[in-house]
């Protein structure tokens, strides 16, 4: 399984960025996809999951207000649309798949295949 995230780069505090993340390579593998970022100097920390074929997206708290992980099955495409961005949002987002089919946000540490990860940089 081979994941590539895209859609990364600079944007205003308050914009909106839009992140891909396009999976192939033996699909019928995959349970679940996740978001993750990581900014300087601190751990990876999840952002939300969805189950690869139907259900719901779900969330980390923080996270909910502002960030909306959908899925379009057809392109094999999980997506992450960012709103109202804020500079403490600047890191490194990385896409993930796990082989089990999850309820809730699951640590990286359950993920067995990994992106290679986009920037997003939000100026104040």
């Known amino acids: 399984v081979q994941l590539q995230a895209s859609g990364g780069g600079l944007v205003q505090a308050g914009g909106s960025l839009r992140l891909s993340c396009a999976v192939s390579?033996?699909?019928?593998?995959?349970?679940?996809v996740g978001w993750f970022r990581q900014a300087p100097g601190k751990e990876r920390e999840p952002i939300a999951t969805i189950p690869w074929r139907g259900g719901i997206g779900h969330y980390v708290d923080s996270m909910k207000a502002r960030f909306t992980i959908s899925r379009d099955n057809a392109k094999n495409t999980v997506y992450l649309q960012m709103d109202s961005l804020k500079p403490e949002d600047t890191a490194v987002y990385y896409c993930?798949?796990?082989?089990?089919?999850?309820?809730?946000?699951?640590?990286?540490?359950?993920?067995?295949?990994w992106g290679q990860g986009t920037l997003v940089t939000v100026s104040s």
């Open positions: 390579g033996g699909t019928f593998r995959i349970g679940t």
């Open positions: 993930a798949a796990d082989p089990r089919r999850r309820v809730g946000v699951a640590p990286s540490s359950s993920y067995e295949y």
